[in-house]
Structures are given as structure tokens and as C-alpha cells.
């Protein structure tokens, strides 16, 4: 059965929308709040943090109200990235952490991305359960009056994270006379990103660290890399690290402002890993991933999975194969040695870590070449327009065409109202014909 509220990473949608609006977070609080309460029958606690949208004011109340309503004991730790949340939910013993964020969607967006105790992302099991849970009556739910929640704000978060973070590398790494811009998106990483490369001693230079509450998102972070290519050139970086909204998002910029993304990245790490007998069994990627890293990874003997969009999915696949690296395109990208779940700031490290004995950013990332790809976003009323014949008929008639010298894939956003289109192939001419023909029908 499908979900009514959940889709590929938590919850999301527009701000006063039918789903992202107090009424439904006080019902998700109350839900989750009585699913987890019931999992665990000492501490009742439930962790929460965001990111700097406006919205966050109004949203945040409702979620406390609700999960307080359940019974559970309540800490908000305000903006702190995404991996944050879910390493302080599993150092903290808490039943629950709750992510208020729509990651690199625009300020009128929000959402919710909810942890388990063991700082993993809920499985498709769990989150059909809260669903029959807010589909309950409100009553069914609530505690009685002497067993209500309490909520305390702790203000200790981020450098309790930093901490963290800093704890898997040696004592004496340091990234003395490096000169890094740093994009925060103006989202939930501003306050730790810049202070982490600080305090091990590099040259900063942080833009995307003044939020206002609209201006996440817009014109910078790792969605409009040419915001830290151009911040590159003008400070004469060694390199970039562009985060998005909620900060689980890394894309890279090196010293000659060529954009590196996530596939980059992930090919890149996986051989210095395998080089290094870190690498266990091989590399996740998913259905969006290049073309040619598939190949890459064949010829480096690196074994290679594809599994569903969203970091959840990479996850759930590491897990069953044992592997301890996998990631996206877009530049979520776990370390399973560290992390259970997408952290920039946790890559940026692993990459400068990489380059401490004076390695070039361009050099570490050129082992890997892309497949020409073009990645289209559009706009509809309704995304099942996807299934509509015409439209079915005119894939089928690119992936004819393209039959053994590319790959297309055409999806349903899972966080807004989009069909994503991807057409990759050496031929840029086929490629061209290939995403008109799909395009042009959609519209």
C-alpha cells in the first residue's frame, strides 16, 4: 500500500499546505511520539533541530505540542545540520530525533525527516505504521495529564556535533595554510561549518551564513554551485565546499573552479578507501548515478550497486551488502564508517583529510571522467502524468533510439511537484533528440 504522508526522504511539501501546516505537525508529533513511546518504556525523549526557515517558528511549536501530548520529554536544539540531529539522537539515548527541514527546497517549503534511536532513517515499515497512527483519532493518543512531557531547549548542540565529527580523525589533523570558501546555503550548517574548519586551522572564508528566514536555499548552496566557483577565484581557495539547506549535501569546487559532484566524489574516496583497505565490499550508488561510474568502478575491481533514489534507500542497500560507502549524484554521501546518514561536513573533512600531505583538489578528484548527462526538472499539476500513454510512449521511443549508448531515466520527484528527466550519453547530439522527445510531450 502506498504512503499518505511519507515520501522518499520524510515528509514534505508547501508551508500551509494541506500536510505542512501546525494542525498536521501537532498530529506527526503526537503519532511518532506515541509509536516511539511504546518501543521503549524508561526515558521518554525526543530530540529536535531544523533549519533557518521562517516557517520553523510556527511549525516547531505544534511538533512539541504534539509529542509532549504523547507523553515524550522533549530537547530542541535549534538549527544544526541533519547528521547533527541523528548522531546526538543516538549519543543521547533518545527514543526519536526529528529534523524540521526541506533540505534544499525554498523557504515556503518544510518537512520533517525522523530518526530512529539508532540515528537511522525510519524504514518504509515504520513510517506506514505512524501513518495508521495519525489516521487515528486524536484522543487515541493522548497521555493522561500527570504523564505530559517536558521541553527543554539545549544550546550545546553544535558543538557537541563538531566534537563528534572531529573525534574520527587523529589528534594532530589540521588544515593549517589552506584557504577554503565554505557556502552554508544560509540554512542549518552556518553556525558549525565555518567554526569546524576554524578550530583546525584553516583560512575561512564563509558566505551563506546570514539567514533571514527566506533566503535559504536562494541563489547559493550546493544547488547553484556557481556561487562557490566564483567565491573560489576571488579568495584564491584551494578549494570549496558548498552545503545545501539542511547541510546533508556536499558538492565540491577545486582550486581551478571545476564543480565536483557527488559522483566525483564517491569514485574518488572509494579507490583512496580501497587503496587503503578501508573499503568493505564496494560502493552504493543509485539510479541516477553516471553512466560511467559503473564503468569506472568495473575497471578498478570495485564492486557497484544501484539502488532507489534517496539517501534512506543508499542506506537500507549498504546495509543488507555490508558496504561502508555509498551516495548520490546530488552530493548526499554516507560514510558508513562514521555516519548513518548523508553529512557534507563529514565528507569535506574525509576529502580534506585526503589532501593533507599537499595533494591538489584537482588532482585527488581526476581519476574519474562523467558521461555527458542532462538533468531536467519539470513542473506539473499532477505527477502521475508520467503514467499517461502519450507520455509513456514517447520514453519508449527515446529508449529505443538510445539503445546501447546511453541510459534515460524519467521519475517522479519525490519532494515536489516534478518530473525529473535524465539523459546521458557520449553522443550529445542522441542526447539532445532523446530528453526533446520526452520533454516536449510532457509540456
Given at each position: 500500500m502506498?504512503?499518505?504522508?511519507?515520501?522518499?526522504?520524510?515528509?514534505?511539501?508547501?508551508?500551509?499546505g494541506?500536510?505542512i501546516?501546525g494542525?498536521m505537525f501537532?498530529?506527526?508529533?503526537?503519532?511518532?511520539?506515541?509509536?516511539?513511546?511504546?518501543?521503549?518504556?524508561?526515558?521518554?525523549i525526543?530530540?529536535?533541530?531544523?533549519?533557518?526557515?521562517?516557517?520553523?517558528?510556527?511549525?516547531?511549536p505544534?511538533?512539541?505540542s504534539?509529542l509532549?501530548?504523547?507523553?515524550?520529554?522533549?530537547?530542541?536544539?535549534?538549527?544544526?545540520?541533519?547528521?547533527?540531529?541523528?548522531?546526538?539522537?543516538?549519543?543521547?539515548?533518545?527514543?526519536?530525533?526529528?529534523?524540521?527541514?526541506?533540505?534544499?527546497?525554498?523557504?515556503?517549503?518544510?518537512?520533517?525527516?525522523?530518526?530512529?534511536?539508532?540515528?537511522?532513517k525510519?524504514?518504509?515499515?515504520?513510517?506506514?505504521?505512524?501513518?495508521?497512527?495519525?489516521?487515528?483519532?486524536?484522543?487515541?493518543?493522548?497521555t493522561?495529564?500527570k504523564?505530559?512531557?517536558?521541553v527543554k531547549?539545549?544550546?550545546?548542540?553544535?558543538?557537541?556535533?563538531?566534537?563528534i565529527?572531529?573525534?574520527?580523525?587523529?589528534?594532530?589533523f589540521?588544515l593549517?595554510?589552506?584557504?577554503?570558501?565554505?557556502?552554508?546555503?544560509?540554512?542549518?550548517?552556518?553556525?558549525?561549518a565555518?567554526?569546524?574548519?576554524?578550530?583546525l586551522?584553516?583560512?575561512?572564508?564563509?558566505?551563506?551564513?546570514?539567514?533571514?528566514?527566506?533566503?535559504?536555499?536562494?541563489?547559493?548552496?550546493?544547488?547553484?554551485?556557481?556561487?562557490?566557483?566564483?567565491?573560489?577565484?576571488?579568495?584564491k581557495?584551494?578549494?570549496?565546499?558548498?552545503?545545501?539547506?539542511?547541510?546533508d549535501?556536499?558538492?565540491?569546487?577545486?582550486?581551478?573552479?571545476?564543480?565536483?559532484?557527488?559522483d566525483?566524489?564517491?569514485?574518488a574516496?572509494?579507490?583512496?578507501?580501497k587503496?587503503?583497505?578501508?573499503l568493505?565490499?564496494?560502493?552504493i550508488?543509485?539510479?541516477?548515478?553516471n553512466?560511467?561510474?559503473?564503468?569506472?568502478?568495473?575497471?578498478?575491481?570495485?564492486?557497484?550497486?544501484r539502488?532507489?533514489?534517496?539517501?534512506?534507500?543508499?542506506?537500507?542497500k549498504?546495509?543488507?551488502?555490508?558496504?561502508?560507502?555509498?551516495g548520490?549524484?546530488?552530493?548526499?554521501?554516507?560514510?558508513?564508517?562514521?555516519?548513518?546518514?548523508?553529512?557534507?561536513?563529514?565528507?569535506?573533512?574525509?576529502?580534506?583529510?585526503?589532501?593533507?600531505?599537499?595533494?591538489?583538489?584537482?588532482?585527488?578528484f581526476k581519476?574519474?571522467?562523467?558521461?555527458?548527462?542532462?538533468?531536467?526538472?519539470i513542473?506539473?499539476?499532477d505527477?502521475?502524468?508520467?503514467n499517461?500513454i502519450?507520455?509513456?510512449?514517447?520514453?519508449?521511443?527515446?529508449e529505443?533510439?538510445?539503445?546501447?549508448?546511453?541510459?534515460?531515466?524519467?521519475?517522479?520527484?519525490?519532494?515536489?511537484?516534478?518530473?525529473?528527466?535524465?539523459?546521458?550519453?557520449?553522443?550529445?547530439k542522441?542526447?539532445?533528440?532523446?530528453?526533446?522527445?520526452?520533454?516536449?510531450?510532457?509540456?
Amino acid at each position: 500500500m502506498a504512503k499518505k504522508y511519507f515520501g522518499t526522504d520524510g515528509i514534505r511539501g508547501t508551508v500551509n499546505g494541506k500536510n505542512i501546516n501546525g494542525d498536521m505537525f501537532f498530529k506527526f508529533g503526537l503519532a511518532s511520539g506515541t509509536y516511539f513511546k511504546n518501543q521503549k518504556k524508561n526515558k521518554q525523549i525526543a530530540i529536535i533541530a531544523k533549519d533557518t526557515r521562517l516557517s520553523g517558528y510556527t511549525l516547531e511549536p505544534a511538533l512539541v505540542s504534539g509529542l509532549t501530548s504523547a507523553g515524550m520529554h522533549v530537547y530542541t536544539l535549534g538549527p544544526l545540520p541533519t547528521n547533527g540531529l541523528a548522531m546526538l539522537t543516538k549519543k543521547m539515548k533518545a527514543n526519536m530525533g526529528i529534523m524540521i527541514t526541506a533540505s534544499h527546497n525554498p523557504y515556503y517549503d518544510n518537512g520533517l525527516k525522523l530518526f530512529g534511536p539508532d540515528g537511522l532513517k525510519l524504514s518504509d515499515k515504520i513510517e506506514k505504521q505512524i501513518e495508521k497512527l495519525i489516521e487515528k483519532k486524536i484522543e487515541n493518543n493522548l497521555t493522561q495529564p500527570k504523564k505530559l512531557g517536558r521541553v527543554k531547549r539545549l544550546e550545546t548542540a553544535n558543538h557537541e556535533y563538531i566534537k563528534i565529527l572531529k573525534k574520527n580523525f587523529p589528534k594532530n589533523f589540521n588544515l593549517r595554510g589552506l584557504r577554503i570558501v565554505i557556502d552554508c546555503a544560509n540554512g542549518a550548517g552556518y553556525k558549525a561549518a565555518p567554526e569546524l574548519l576554524k578550530s583546525l586551522g584553516a583560512k575561512v572564508f564563509a558566505i551563506g551564513i546570514i539567514p533571514n528566514g527566506v533566503n535559504i536555499n536562494k541563489n547559493c548552496g550546493s544547488t547553484n554551485p556557481n556561487k562557490i566557483k566564483n567565491a573560489v577565484k576571488k579568495y584564491k581557495a584551494h578549494l570549496g565546499i558548498s552545503l545545501d539547506g539542511d547541510a546533508d549535501r556536499i558538492i565540491i569546487c577545486d582550486e581551478k573552479s571545476n564543480i565536483i559532484d557527488g559522483d566525483q566524489i564517491i569514485a574518488a574516496l572509494a579507490v583512496r578507501w580501497k587503496r587503503k583497505k578501508m573499503l568493505k565490499g564496494g560502493v552504493i550508488g543509485t539510479l541516477m548515478s553516471n553512466y560511467n561510474l559503473e564503468k569506472f568502478f568495473k575497471e578498478k575491481k570495485i564492486k557497484f550497486i544501484r539502488s532507489n533514489v534517496g539517501d534512506r534507500y543508499v542506506k537500507e542497500k549498504m546495509q543488507k551488502h555490508k558496504f561502508n560507502l555509498g551516495g548520490e549524484q546530488s552530493g548526499h554521501i554516507i560514510l558508513g564508517k562514521f555516519a548513518t546518514t548523508g553529512d557534507g561536513l563529514l565528507v569535506a573533512l574525509e576529502v580534506l583529510f585526503s589532501l593533507r600531505k599537499g595533494s591538489k583538489c584537482s588532482d585527488f578528484f581526476k581519476t574519474f571522467v562523467k558521461t555527458p548527462q542532462i538533468l531536467e526538472n519539470i513542473e506539473v499539476k499532477d505527477r502521475n502524468i508520467i503514467n499517461n500513454i502519450e507520455v509513456r510512449a514517447s520514453i519508449k521511443k527515446a529508449e529505443t533510439l538510445m539503445k546501447n549508448q546511453g541510459r534515460i531515466l524519467v521519475r517522479k520527484s519525490g519532494t515536489e511537484s516534478k518530473i525529473r528527466i535524465m539523459v546521458e550519453s557520449d553522443n550529445k547530439k542522441l542526447l539532445l533528440n532523446c530528453l526533446n522527445i520526452i520533454k516536449n510531450k510532457i509540456k
